[in-house]
């Protein structure tokens, strides 16, 4: 029972690359979310997915794309790092609406530096 | 815009002391309230998810409680242990399902 997987764990990129965070979950939840925690902004909502091919914006969405082409994956695309992407990155999945238990699973977070 | 307090931001007791983390919410129009626990360099763990018609929920020495019309919700630990240390997060899920806010967390220390 793996839960949500994030791949890499570990980045350094330099300013100017690009790259691709991939989240993978194994409990067929519709909806997924992609986080940054930074130290003391706590953790911001970048995208989400509310089901397979659907995505929408959150709180802090620019300088990042994402895909929902399967419904257990969950792809954060960086097209341009930036400095100010150093961050860590959580995947999260939740069932959809209806289902007994609503609670979020966190993945172990993808740690970024951008230099 | 929800907003999501804990109080306080940080806390250091001896081992075997009761404790009592708390969550305060501006909008009591909630879905669920959800307590995490982040260990240090780690991802969150679910420790606790009340749903908003309920009142609290227990997992062995943790107890959540959750008061909708007051906007709180208390996380109380017994008998406190050094494998408690980490940093406790409570997160409120607003009713259109798609946003959910978190606190700055309580960063906890139990001494030996």
């Known amino acids: 029972n793996a839960g949500v997987t994030q791949t890499p764990k570990f980045r350094v990129l330099k300013t100017g690359q690009s790259m691709t965070l991939l989240c993978a979950q194994d409990?067929?939840?519709?909806?997924m979310y992609w986080y940054r925690q930074d130290p003391g902004m706590g953790l911001r909502l970048i995208h989400y997915s509310v089901g397979e091919g659907t995505t929408a914006k959150g709180e802090v969405p620019d300088g990042y794309n994402v895909s929902r082409l399967k419904k257990q994956n969950f792809l954060l695309g960086l097209e341009s790092a930036a400095p100010s992407q150093t961050s860590v990155y959580f995947c999260a999945s939740r069932p959809g609406q209806g289902h007994a238990n609503y609670g979020y699973t966190f993945g172990s977070g993808t740690r970024l530096t951008v230099v | 815009k929800q907003e999501v307090t804990q109080i306080p931001a940080a806390l250091s007791v001896p081992e075997g002391e009761n404790l009592v983390l708390n969550c305060s919410f501006t909008d009591s129009a909630i879905y669920n309230l959800q307590w995490f626990r982040q260990d240090p360099g780690k991802g969150l763990t679910s420790l606790l998810l009340i749903q908003s018609s309920q009142r609290e929920q227990t997992s062995g020495r943790l107890n959540a409680s959750l008061d909708k019309s007051s906007g709180r919700s208390t996380l109380y630990i017994a008998a406190s242990q050094p494998g408690d240390s980490a940093t406790y997060l409570c997160a409120v899920d607003a009713y259109n399902f798609n946003k959910f806010y978190f606190g700055s967390g309580t960063k906890l220390n139990v001494k030996p």
């Open positions: 409990m067929n939840h519709e909806y």
